[in-house]
């Protein structure tokens, strides 16, 4: 099996914040005896946390064959022959023998839509969620916001390391996204904006702007712009990685600016251009424009 594999589901199964996140809002939408589709079930811990909390009968739906061939093994040496039933395939054209009353699914990008999630949900429900069902998540939204960093990632080429100036590299930025898992957090200069916005239900296009104002609400040195996910999962249940916390699995993308000292009251205009296939982060290009206030 590819041990790549492996490890990406070994690392989303040790940000124990994310379960529990997911345990909460299981236990709010699934109710005794309910039919729950679990979408991209990986090796079955969602499907787990339903039936946890009373599901009746659990349809794990799995694309990868490699994967949903080890689920098969796990559900076998659980014991969850008749309360669970691994499907393989794409769930976008998978049909169950039953409407489901809850659909759950995990496939958040570190953006929040590389993964196709909402698009995968919208036709997944479609046909196989039943009149009033819930799905978890139920919204994912992707957000930006002006940040200065704590003397990490693109923070680090500036005007002082370790008694030296490396501002030099600022001449060679691109408005291309870079992947970075902050060390410490960032000082957010700006309240953050909403981008794109998905709930289910509507339809298979997000809805997504392709520019907003930031408003700088802090002094500092603006020196990137930090995108990131927050999802719904239920009503008062949300998980996002920014403010990233320990065992996060998730990085943030962050597209690096010319480090400038900004205040409170100036206005950022950002633009963010998705590209054809929005599973490639680093094709989506950022623009910029400062209006600083006299
Ligand atoms: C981020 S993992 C989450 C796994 C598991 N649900 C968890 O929370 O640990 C997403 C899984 O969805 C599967 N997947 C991606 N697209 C899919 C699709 N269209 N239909 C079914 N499974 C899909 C992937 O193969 C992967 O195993």
Not at 161 to 175: E, I, K, N, S, T
Not at 186 to 192: A, K, V
Not at 196 to 202: E, I, L, P
Request: some cysteine; proline content about 6%; aromatic content about 6%.
């Amino acid at each position: 099996m590819d041990q790549r594999l492996l490890l990406m589901h070994q690392t989303m199964l040790a940000d124990r914040p994310r379960l529990a996140a997911y345990d909460r809002a299981l236990e709010r939408a699934v109710g005794a005896g309910d039919v729950v589709a679990d979408v991209g079930a990986g090796l079955l811990v969602l499907s787990m946390l339903a039936l946890r909390h009373g599901a009746g009968h659990v349809y794990a739906i799995e694309a990868d064959p490699e994967t949903a061939a080890l689920a098969a093994e796990i559900a076998q040496a659980n014991d969850l022959k008749g309360r669970l039933t691994i499907v393989q395939g794409d769930a976008r054209t998978v049909r169950l023998p039953e409407k489901a009353d809850v659909v759950v699914s995990e496939m958040m990008g570190n953006l929040g839509p590389e993964e196709q999630m909402m698009e995968v949900l919208g036709a997944f429900t479609e046909t196989n969620l039943a009149p009033g069902g819930r799905v978890v998540p139920h919204r994912l939204a992707t957000r930006l916001a002006a940040i200065e960093f704590d003397g990490e990632g693109w923070g680090l080429w500036g005007e002082d390391f370790l008694g030296h100036r490396l501002d030099a590299v600022q001449d060679r930025v691109a408005p291309a996204a870079q992947l970075h898992f902050f060390q410490r957090p960032p000082t957010l200069l700006s309240r953050p904006v909403t981008i794109a916005d998905h709930r289910s239900g509507d339809g298979r296009r997000p809805h997504a702007r392709e520019s907003r104002t930031l408003t700088v609400t802090r002094p500092g040195r603006l020196q990137a712009i930090v995108g990131y996910f927050s999802a719904t999962l239920a009503k008062g249940v949300t998980l996002s990685n920014l403010p990233s916390y320990p065992g996060c699995n998730w990085a943030v993308w962050v597209w690096p600016l010319r480090h400038t000292p900004v205040s409170a009251g100036d206005l950022l205009r950002v633009g963010l251009r998705p590209p054809e296939d929005v599973r490639n982060v680093l094709d989506y290009r950022l623009s910029c424009g400062l209006r600083q206030r006299r």
